[in-house]
C-alpha cells in the first residue's frame, strides 16, 4: 500500500514519532478521530452538569472502538512498531487504561454507597475524591486532545 508523507505522531508527556502513513492508516486515524472528537471524554467537563461515570464510561468505549477500528482495519495499519496500529494500541495501554483502571473501582464503590433521595450527580458531588477524580480527568483530556490533533494530522485533516 503507497505511503503518503511523514507525518509526526506527537502527545506531549506521553510519546513522539515520525510515521509515514499508509491509505489503511489513514483512514483507521480520520475512524478513531471521528469517534473520539465526538465523545465526552473528549470535551471539556462541564461541572455543574457533567458526570464522572458518564466520563469514564465514554473512556472506556473507546477501547471497543479502537480495537473494531483496528481490525477492520488488517494487518495493513499494523506494519511494524512505529504504525498507527502499535500506537494506537499503546494509547490505550499506557494512557487510557492508567486513568480506568485507578478510578473505576473507587467510583463504583463510591457510587453503592448513595443514599436514597439524592441523585447521581448530587452524590457525585459529595464524593471526597471528586476533584482529585477531575483534576486527573483533566490531565487525561489534554493528552486526548493531543492525540485527536495527531489522529488529524495523519489523516489528512488539518
Sequence with gaps: MPKTKEVTFSI???LSVKLEPNQ?????????????????ASQPFDRNAGRMRAALSSLY????VTRQILRDSGPEVAQG???????????LTEVLAPFTTK???PLTMYEELRPDGRSDFEHERHWDRFDEMLRDLEDLQRKIAAYMVALGELSGVR
Design 12 to 14: 506531549p508527556g506521553w
Design 24 to 40: 489503511a492508516e489513514q483512514r483507521a486515524a480520520w475512524s478513531l478521530y471521528v469517534e473520539i472528537s465526538t465523545r465526552i
Design 81 to 91: 512498531p512505529e504504525s498507527f496500529g502499535p500506537v494506537a494500541i499503546r494509547f
Design 103 to 105: 478510578w473505576h473501582e
Design 61 to 64: 468505549t473507546l477501547f471497543n
